[in-house]
């Protein structure tokens, strides 16, 4: 049986959101409600902790690599609010999955996935409680300095999968998220993964930065390749 949860710090966060998760399943409103109530029985500091902790796994999982793989795991592609909606629901699966995705992004290929895998509505808990235990606004008293301690804190255990922060198309996605590109092609039929574009946004910033680290990808692939194929040759010569 789990200890009861009286504070929160990076333990008790992971422990709040998996109890949510056991508890009420694939309800993300009694979810919520289920977080909700745990926040009430702590001071406001616990709130505003736990506004941290979430925000701070929120940015830590912002990487185009992942991005790339939920447009892919998506029905119909996943856009700048859905991918800030989606980080919310891979939180709220617990801390398990979340480590595994940014260590490798085909492993949400295993995971069940419900509510079109968005759970918006917990990013803004946190704030919600803080803000009835104290009539303030918990993005008001976060400074800068403070989220940036934070994000450096919970990313000593992240470890991240090499090409997590290469925004890919469908032919190199292959090659570094193969099962979950070989999902959608099933799922879609698609015959030519050169006919179909990962990154058709209206965000020509972002469009650019595909552009730039598309080349960076590519090299890095060719060199695993390489690798690969050193590996094999000494393999089969032993």
């Known amino acids: 049986m789990s200890r009861k949860i009286e504070e929160i710090n990076k333990?008790?966060?992971?422990?709040?959101?998996?109890?949510?998760?056991?508890?009420?399943?694939?309800?993300?409103?009694?979810?919520?409600?289920w977080i909700k109530k745990g926040l009430l029985?702590?001071?406001?500091?616990?709130?505003?902790?736990?506004?941290?902790?979430?925000?701070?796994?929120?940015?830590?999982?912002?990487?185009?690599?992942?991005?790339?793989?939920?447009?892919?795991?998506?029905?119909e592609g996943c856009t700048y609010e859905e991918f800030v909606n989606f980080?919310?629901?891979?939180?709220?699966?617990?801390k398990e999955v979340y480590m595994a995705a940014l260590a490798n992004p085909d492993s949400l290929v295993a995971v069940e996935?419900?509510?079109n895998c968005e759970f918006e509505l917990l990013s803004y808990v946190g704030n919600e409680i803080y803000k009835e235990q104290t009539g303030r606004s918990a993005y008001d008293d976060c400074t800068q300095e403070m989220d940036q301690e934070m994000?450096?804190?919970?990313?000593?255990?992240?470890?991240?999968?090499p090409m997590i922060d290469?925004?890919?198309?469908?032919?190199?996605?292959?090659?570094a998220y193969?099962?979950?590109?070989?999902?959608?092609?099933?799922?879609t039929h698609l015959l030519n993964p050169k006919s179909y574009s990962t990154w058709d946004i209206p965000?020509?910033?972002?469009?650019?930065?595909?552009?730039?680290?598309?080349?960076?990808?590519?090299?890095?692939?060719?060199?695993?390749?390489?690798?690969?194929?050193?590996?094999?040759?000494?393999?089969?010569?032993r």
């Open 11 to 33: 333990d008790t966060f992971w422990q709040l959101i998996e109890e949510a998760k056991m508890q009420c399943g694939k309800d993300l409103n009694a979810s919520l409600w």
């Open 41 to 75: 029985r702590m001071p406001p500091e616990h709130s505003l902790q736990f506004h941290r902790f979430l925000h701070a796994y929120y940015e830590a999982a912002s990487r185009y690599g992942l991005w790339t793989a939920v447009n892919l795991i998506k029905e």
């Open 87 to 94: 980080k919310a629901w891979l939180v709220g699966q617990g």
């Open 113 to 115: 996935k419900y509510e």
């Open 151 to 161: 994000l450096q804190e919970v990313s000593k255990d992240i470890k991240y999968h």
């Open 166 to 175: 290469y925004p890919l198309e469908l032919p190199d996605e292959l090659l």
């Open 178 to 187: 193969p099962q979950i590109s070989a999902q959608f092609m099933k799922e």
């Open 203 to 237: 965000f020509p910033e972002i469009k650019e930065q595909v552009k730039k680290r598309a080349i960076e990808a590519k090299k890095y692939i060719r060199s695993q390749q390489k690798k690969d194929k050193i590996r094999k040759q000494e393999e089969q010569s």
